[in-house]
């Protein structure tokens, strides 16, 4: 059975971090290609980072690009997303996702193109 379980989620100020985690099963992890997307109310569902198979190649979106950090552990079937510098705007439900690349990674920045997520975990940035 697939999973892919998001943690780490939660509420803090502006400016704040939080370190978000998801653990994923039943799949090859260091075949796939892993992201981060998130969705606010309303909004469609916006990309955020990515991170090859190794762990050396990641892509960020130009608004989070300096501030956040993806990264994998291989080991552990996880993949991390350390966000510095929230801003309120960035207030929403956060997904990891993965996808099937191999040994290859070209960034992909479409849900579409991901087709295993988890349930997500929220984040509220507010004083």
């Known amino acids: 059975q697939v999973q892919l379980v998001e943690s780490g989620g939660g509420l803090v100020q502006p400016g704040g971090s939080l370190r978000l985690a998801c653990a994923v099963s039943g799949l090859t992890f260091s075949l796939r290609t892993m992201g981060w997307f998130r969705q606010a109310p309303g909004k469609e569902r916006e990309f955020v980072a990515s991170i090859s198979w190794s762990g050396t190649s990641t892509y960020y979106a130009d608004t989070v690009k300096g501030r956040f950090t993806i990264s994998r552990d291989n080991a552990k079937n996880t993949v991390y997303l350390q966000m510095n510098g929230l801003k309120p705007e960035e207030t929403a439900v956060y997904y990891c996702?993965?996808?099937?690349?191999?040994?290859?990674?070209?960034?992909?920045?479409?849900?579409?193109?991901?087709?295993?997520w988890g349930q997500g975990t929220q984040v509220t940035v507010s004083s």
């Open positions: 996702a993965s996808y099937y690349s191999g040994r290859t990674y070209t960034p992909k920045t479409k849900p579409s193109d991901y087709n295993y």
